[in-house]
């Protein structure tokens, strides 16, 4: 796989496409498996990975009866909602961006 496609890759990702669809849509040449694998190897998440780990989280937590467990829980739930805020952020960024090009432009 080349750098140009895993770059594409991660950055849809980072955008909030599915893996799956990032397979089948942008890089059918490719198997499910690599795809998977050069976006988390570049440490990334889908959105809806992250919502689904939140949400594992958040059931786990109900059932917790440990204080310790609790506050672990509680942490990676507030770094998962953290990443999700970071990531919106760029978006809004990127958005300003192409907005201010098409209206300038």
Not at 9 to 29: C, N, Q, T, Y
Not at 59 to 67: D, E, T
Not at 98 to 105: A, F, L, P
């Amino acid at each position: 796989m080349n750098k140009k496609d895993a770059d594409v890759m991660v950055r849809l990702a980072r955008e909030g496409k599915h893996i799956s669809k990032i397979w089948a849509e942008d890089f059918p040449e490719y198997d499910y498996w690599e795809v998977y694998t050069e976006v988390y190897g570049a440490g990334e998440r889908s959105s809806v990975g992250v919502k689904r780990m939140i949400t594992a989280r958040l059931n786990k937590l109900s059932s917790a009866n440990k204080q310790k467990d609790r506050e672990e829980l509680i942490e990676e739930i507030n770094e998962l909602i953290f990443h999700l805020y970071s990531r919106y952020k760029d978006s809004q960024q990127k958005l300003n961006d192409i907005r201010s090009i098409i209206n300038n432009g």
